[in-house]
């Protein structure tokens, strides 16, 4: 189950407030990102940095908001995902890790 704070951060950025009716469901995909981002190799710390919280985010708004909105959140959650494999610190193939 996702931890408060990263929940509350996907709510507000689906706009959704006063009602905890999909807090089930929004846990549920933030934990399939973080699953995501261990597959391809980033190092999902407890405490989330600024960075690993964004790209979560946008997989949450990607498989929970507008379909209208789906092309524009893919590229930019796989972009984001990209930028953290690639970046010193975010995975454990060697080098000083973040996790």
């Known amino acids: 189950m996702a931890n408060s704070q990263i929940l509350a951060a996907a709510k507000l950025a689906l706009r959704i407030k006063d009602t905890d009716a999909f807090d089930s469901q929004i846990s549920d995909l933030i934990d399939a990102?973080?699953?995501?981002?261990?597959?391809a190799g980033v190092v999902?710390?407890?405490?989330?940095?600024?960075?690993?919280?964004?790209?979560?985010?946008?997989?949450?708004?990607?498989?929970?908001?507008?379909?209208?909105?789906?092309?524009?959140?893919?590229?930019?959650?796989?972009?984001?995902?990209?930028?953290?494999?690639?970046?010193?610190?975010y995975t454990n193939w060697g080098g000083d890790s973040i996790g």
């Open 44 to 89: 999902v710390p407890s405490e989330l940095d600024a960075a690993v919280r964004v790209a979560i985010i946008t997989y949450v708004m990607l498989h929970f908001g507008e379909p209208d909105q789906y092309d524009r959140l893919k590229k930019s959650y796989d972009e984001q995902k990209a930028q953290l494999v690639t970046a010193t610190g």
């Open 33 to 39: 990102a973080k699953i995501d981002l261990g597959i």
